[in-house]
């Protein structure tokens, strides 16, 4: 697993997920006994943890917005951030795997 795999999976996901609407959102996952939003937001915090992890820095917690539109592009953005820390070969693979888990959790 690479850099190139991981992208891949986040824009399959993002694809699946970027035209939906409120009540989309707050239906149910099918793991977690959490909606949708929630579900997301989780991975979100993940590959932000992963991120901080492999710059050396400390984890922060990713602000859960009010408009649940915003969440492809925090995901977006927290995996830009994943990428540019360049982590080992290992934390991409478990961050894609978290995606796709994701991905078909939704």
Do not use: F, K, Y
């Not at 690479?2 to 939906?20: D, M, N, Y």
């Not at 099918?30 to 989780?42: E, P, Q």
């Not at 982590?87 to 959790?105: C, G, H, K, M, Q």
């Amino acid at each position: 697993m690479g850099a190139e795999e991981l992208g891949r999976s986040v824009e399959l996901l993002v694809g699946q997920v970027a035209h939906w609407i409120g009540p989309r959102w707050a239906a149910s996952a099918t793991v977690g006994n959490v909606s949708r939003a929630d579900l997301l937001h989780r991975l979100i915090q993940q590959l932000a943890n992963l991120a901080a992890d492999a710059e050396g820095g400390p984890r922060r917690t990713v602000p859960r917005l009010d408009n649940d539109l915003a969440l492809p592009d925090q995901l977006r953005v927290v995996t830009a951030d994943l990428l540019a820390a360049a982590p080992a070969a290992s934390v991409l693979a478990e961050a894609e795997a978290e995606v796709t888990a994701t991905r078909r959790a939704l």
